[in-house]
DNA sequence: TATATACGGTACTGTCGAGTTTCGGAACTT
DNA sequence: AAGTTCCGAAACTCGACAGTACCGTATATA
């Protein structure tokens, strides 16, 4: 689903006063940001025309329903995500985990998984949307887990029969978990603790002493 | 939150008709149904009173909202759960949570799951429900963790001073990962595999030679 | 300039669902 | 028997919201 000015625009430019391009992303955020306060069901065009400064009118002029527009828009955050040309490569397991832990990251993990909550309840009814919404939330980070785990194995620090799928949602798991069913929000000490407690144990490392002590 | 029967019943003897205390269980039931389905918002009264057979006056007389009843009956969610007294001791960590993989019980919190699931949004506008909702479906799964945990420290089996209530929480996160993110249901292969692969390590433990091939 | 379409804003329509009321009948107390 | 409260069922009220229509205005083509 994309825009429909996008689509006209390719094609002959016809008359009148062309769409206003810009709109888009305004709309597209302010949906995104209410969709994380009040999720899908609690989601109104109103709120989200009104936080976006727009008119009903315009909304329904690019999207036919409500439904579409935030597909659309769950579908969109991904492109705002992480370039994966420029992973850091730190020589070990641990040293590139801890350095995907900085503050906007984390930030802007915990705002897509708002998002990703405000989601279930859609999700459970619109399984296509499921796949959207994995591909834009859940798909970037696991994808970067995979490849520190995929250079760790090619340096011969891991061992290379271990389930990489597998081990790349431990960290998606524990931090889903503790957002939406415990509410606590999640920050850099816990994501230090799921490394050295539950991810590296499971690939066969152990955490230095001074995390770990020993007696 | 009480059905009103059962405080009025503990008082005097009204005159009338009594109320039918077999109709609360059909409605509880009927809303966990509708709920594990369609979710708090996709949920209507009139869903639930034909599920239960009954009117929906009969659940109005019982509960002042639809909000009351859902909390009603995610909290007697966890009456019908594990005996705590009667907890397996197989002798070692592996062997206890092994004994609690059953079929039943696998059902059972699958459907406790998705009913979480349906509870997500409602969670976020009303968060006295999630500590209702925690206590009724994750408190008791983890209580079972944390005992078989304790076991292993007191007989010497692991470390004294691992994190229990975090460890308690790893198999839990990846069985409602799995679940709500995921799409999949879980099945004892799974278990198995976050059993020997996560835990068991993240405790210093090691799977048998059998399902953790050494090449 | 004439025409066409977009814009923000507002008023409108139609549907859906929470909660209330009413009904005939059943079950209880006095 | 009389009075009271429950039951399932259906009709009803009322507010919220998705989607549409229209306004005056702005910006494009011809």
Chains 1, 2 share one sequence.
Do not use: H
Not at 65 to 93: H, R
Not at 119 to 129: G, K, Q, T
Not at 158 to 184: C, E, N, Q
Not at 189 to 200: A, G, N, T
């Amino acid at each position: 689903m994309m825009p429909l000015d996008l689509i006209e625009q390719a094609a002959s430019p016809r008359v009148g006063r062309p769409m206003d391009a810009t709109r888009d992303d305004d709309i597209l955020n302010a949906a995104l940001d209410i969709l994380a306060e009040v999720g899908y069901d609690g989601m109104t065009i109103d709120m989200v025309a009104a936080r976006a400064r727009a008119g009903k009118a315009t909304l329904y002029r690019r999207w036919p329903s409500k439904t579409e527009l935030v597909i659309d828009a769950v579908a969109c955050m991904k492109n705002k995500d992480i370039d994966f040309d420029a992973l850091p490569d730190t020589g070990t397991l641990r040293g590139d985990f801890i350095a995907m832990m900085k503050a906007p990251t984390i930030k802007d993990g915990a705002q897509k998984m708002r998002v990703m909550a405000g989601l279930v309840s859609l999700i459970a009814r619109n399984p296509e949307l499921a796949e959207t919404a994995r591909a834009s939330v859940i798909a970037p980070r696991a994808e970067i887990n995979r490849r520190f785990l995929q250079r760790a194995i090619d340096r011969g620090e891991i061992r290379a029969d271990i389930d990489i799928p597998f081990i790349s949602s431990i960290s998606p798991s524990m931090v889903t978990y503790r957002t939406m069913m415990m509410g606590v929000p999640v920050d850099r000490e816990y994501l230090m603790q799921i490394l050295d407690k539950v991810v590296l144990p499971s690939v066969g490392l152990v955490a230095p002493a001074a995390l770990s002590p020993q007696r």
